[in-house]
C-alpha cells in the first residue's frame, strides 16, 4: 500500500465511496497522467502504519507528487490546477479572478462543508451563529444560490476547478438528500451542467 513516489505521476489514494471521488473527478480534468491506490476502508488500511506515514489523519484523499504530499480534498484539487495549467482550470495569479476562485474554494471547505454536515447529523443549532465561520446551513446555501444565479459557473463563464470543489459537494448533497436543494432550478441546473462534462463521467465511472 505504501506507494510514495518521486516520479511526475501522481500516486493517488483512494476509494470511491470517499471525498476522493471529488479529487479523481479533477484528476480526470487535468488529464495529467496519475496511479490510483486503493484504500479499502473495510480493512481499515487508511489506518495502517504505511499509510499513516504518508498521512497522519488516516484520510483520502491522499496524493503524492514529486515526492511531496498533499491532503485535504480542496488543497489538491487546486494543486493540481496549478500544477497542469494548461487544463485551464485557475486564474493566474494576479489575475484578479483569481481572488473570486480562492473564495469558493475556501468557502466550500471551511463554510459548505461544516454546514452541510451540521444539517445531515443533524447536530443541534448553534447557540452564538455569530461566532461561528459558516453562520448557518441557510445562510451558506442563500450565499451559493446568489453567487451561482448569473452563471453559468461560479466564476461567470469559466469553468475552474472551483466548480469542481463547490459541484462536487452540492452532487453529493443532493445525492443524500441535504434539504433546500434539490428543487432548486438554480442548483439543480448546475449540478446538471457540470456532471454533464467528460471528466466528471469518466471519474464516475472508473
Ligand atoms: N478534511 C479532509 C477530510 C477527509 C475525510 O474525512 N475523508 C474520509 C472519507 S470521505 C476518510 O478518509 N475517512 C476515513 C477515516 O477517517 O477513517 C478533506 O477535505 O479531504
Avoid at 480493512?43 to 507528487?65: C, R, S, W, Y
Avoid at 444539517?119 to 451559493?144: H, N
Wanted: with cysteine; hydrophobic share 40%.
Amino acid at each position: 500500500m505504501s506507494d510514495e513516489s518521486t516520479s511526475d505521476d501522481i500516486v493517488f489514494y483512494w476509494n470511491p465511496r470517499s471525498r476522493a471521488a471529488m479529487a479523481h473527478w479533477m484528476q480526470e480534468e487535468t488529464a495529467a497522467p496519475y496511479r490510483k491506490v486503493l484504500i479499502d476502508f473495510e480493512k481499515n488500511e487508511q489506518k495502517a502504519p504505511d499509510f499513516l506515514k504518508i498521512n497522519p489523519m488516516g484520510k483520502l484523499p491522499t496524493i503524492v507528487h514529486r515526492g511531496t504530499v498533499v491532503t485535504e480534498t480542496a488543497a489538491i484539487i487546486a494543486y493540481l490546477a496549478d500544477a497542469f495549467p494548461q487544463a485551464g482550470l485557475a486564474p493566474a495569479p494576479g489575475d484578479a479572478q483569481r481572488g473570486a476562485y480562492y473564495r469558493w474554494l475556501f468557502f466550500g471547505a471551511g463554510c459548505f462543508e461544516p454546514a452541510l454536515l451540521d444539517t445531515m447529523m443533524k447536530r443541534p443549532p448553534v447557540e452564538r451563529k455569530m461566532a461561528v465561520g459558516w453562520g448557518s446551513y441557510e445562510d451558506v446555501l442563500s450565499t451559493l444560490k446568489t453567487a451561482l444565479t448569473t452563471g453559468p459557473y461560479l466564476l461567470g463563464d469559466k469553468f475552474t476547478a472551483a466548480d469542481v470543489y463547490i459541484g462536487s459537494e452540492l452532487g453529493w448533497a443532493m445525492m443524500f438528500g441535504a434539504p433546500n436543494l434539490k428543487g432548486e432550478k438554480v442548483f439543480d441546473d448546475y449540478v446538471a451542467r457540470v456532471q454533464a462534462r467528460p471528466a466528471y463521467k469518466r471519474a464516475s465511472t472508473g
